[in-house]
């Protein structure tokens, strides 16, 4: 795979490489020392919790990655003030900058997702598994109880069965609407 990057690098003259995840910071890390071009990585976040060998190849790949990032990287991009912070030692004489994620504000459609008129609407958007805490945020809609507040989840997997049953089950019903996986917001 460096091979095939260099062999890019050279074809359309690329001079910096922005790289994502750690299989991508290794294989572009080594090229672009090999060509001499600057390679920028953006951090995003945790890794998600694995067990058995693939928790074991994980943990491995992510200590390749952070002992190899002084060396193949020019500059380090973190999402968050929190992930920076994590990441302040090792990236000692490293370039770095905290560009925090963003969307364009989008509006529904039609008014579709007012469910609950007056109500304060909170959004999220993601995969329903355990590291994006999902669970967290129904536990803190269930303490507003007495707040106008309504839940709009966007997004599916593994949780969504335990996260409506919750809902459900707490009486969150009026207060919590799951939408599913939706490929662009002109569907909803």
Avoid at 62 to 69: E, G, M, S
Avoid at 139 to 152: K, S, T
Avoid at 157 to 172: F, K
């Amino acid at each position: 795979m460096v091979g095939r990057v260099v062999e890019v690098i050279g074809r359309r003259r690329i001079q910096v490489l922005h790289t994502h995840g750690y299989k991508a910071n290794l294989i572009c890390g080594l090229a672009g020392k090999l060509c001499g071009v600057k390679v920028v990585k953006t951090e995003h976040g945790h890794s998600e919790p694995m067990a058995g060998v693939a928790g074991f190849r994980l943990a491995l790949n992510n200590a390749i990655d952070r002992a190899l990032t002084r060396w193949l990287t020019d500059h380090v991009v973190f999402v968050s003030r929190e992930i920076a912070a994590k990441a302040e030692r090792r990236c000692v004489g490293i370039k770095t900058a905290i560009i925090h994620n963003g969307i364009a504000p989008i509006t529904a459609q039609g008014g579709r997702l007012r469910k609950s008129p007056g109500a304060f609407h909170v959004g999220i958007v993601g995969r329903l598994t355990p590291v994006k805490g999902h669970r967290h945020l129904l536990r803190a809609v269930e303490r507003l109880q007495d707040v106008p507040i309504h839940l709009d989840v966007f997004g599916d997997g593994e949780l969504r069965p335990d996260l409506e049953a919750y809902r459900d089950d707490h009486g969150l019903t009026e207060k919590v609407t799951f939408f599913g996986f939706k490929p662009t917001c002109t569907t909803i």
